[in-house]
């Protein structure tokens, strides 16, 4: 069986650092390792629509926005077919028939959906589109055929419903779907980065991100302002790791090399949460730390966003030409899907 790669974000808004550790820097390394038949990476618009419905600009703004940080991050558009969601039209039929195959007392009991409808306040007022994003995810991974999902792990219950569903239709209308699964991140702590909040997720619904595009000086402003041990007041008194997020993020982007690049009185992160656990390092320090760190990390990233964004007819025709390639497929696994439907009446 072919090793198919799909993935996507929502353009909500630009790329954060939630993003690159809990997906894109897994998207990089299966990029490069040559093991995939095929790759493909989307703009979920017609996603983001379903809680942005009011604000159409918002979601074609960021559109821009997403493609822009793919390339800048160095997703390769020699490798990967990018396409844009709602430019797939197959892609609704597929969801339109899914929605026989699924209750609406399992789209409730999604935890990701629902913690999301707490979040937005919807109360009883549930846009029945918003409810049934995870359907439409399973037509985008089952249209594509994809069998590896590189996701953070707020998405392990959207690749649940879609299994579900594959197997569902296959014992209906015949073998003809394939089931996925999620590649989540080499480190733990970055299933699921929190924001510089400490409270939830990294979310660009939420306002509390450090995004990849950010200049040095916002930056250095976000990482000072990162929420670290409230107890922790003067230099000397003993400091907490746990739900220090300055120390989250050193465990989710510290390497050993940039750690010595940037720290000169510890040999290694451990030996400085020993001594900050004990008493005698400030906020301001172990924050200056972060700060380099994550410096070194995103400054190429900047700079080759720049370069790109010079540029944005060549930006559009890489999307375009995507686009373009994913419709192909598209339509020919359509008739497949229909035949095993019986709908494919004048074929
Ligand atoms: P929105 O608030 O609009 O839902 P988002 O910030 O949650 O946006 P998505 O586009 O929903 O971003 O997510 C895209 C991908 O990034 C998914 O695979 C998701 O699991 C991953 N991801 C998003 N936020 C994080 C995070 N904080 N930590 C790890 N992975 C994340
Ligand atoms: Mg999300």
Known sequence: MEKIILTGDRPTGK??????????????????????????????????????????????ESVKEIILDYLACGLDPEKITFFIQSMIPELTEYTFYYLNLVTLARLERNPTVKNELQQKEFKNNIPVGFLCYPVSQAADITLFKATHIPVGVDQLPM?????????????????????CEAILPDNEICFRLPGIDGKNKMSKSLGNCIY????????????????????????????????????TYLDAFETPELFTKYCKDYVSLAELKKAYQKGGVGDMYIKKILFNILNDILTPIRE???????????????????????????????????KALRIDYFD
């Open 15 to 60: 790329l954060h650092l939630g993003h690159y550790v809990g997906s894109i820097k897994k998207r990089l390394e299966m990029q490069a390792s040559n093991d995939y038949d095929k790759m493909y990476v989307m703009i979920a618009d017609s996603q983001a629509l379903t809680d942005n419905f009011d604000n159409p600009s918002k979601i074609r």
């Open 159 to 179: 690749l649940e419903q879609t299994n579900e569903i594959v197997r569902k239709f296959n014992s209906l209308y015949g073998n003809t779907l394939v089931e």
């Open 212 to 247: 990849l595009s950010d200049e040095e000086d916002i930056l250095k402003e976000k990482v000072m302002k990162m929420y670290t041990d409230p107890n922790h007041i003067k230099v000397s008194d003993p400091g907490q790791i746990e739900g220090n997020v300055v120390f």
């Open 304 to 338: 080759r966003r720049k370069e790109y964004a010079k540029d944005m007819d060549k930006v559009y025709a890489i999307l375009k030409q995507g686009t373009s390639n994913a419709r192909e497929v598209a339509k020919t696994n359509l008739k497949e899907f229909k």
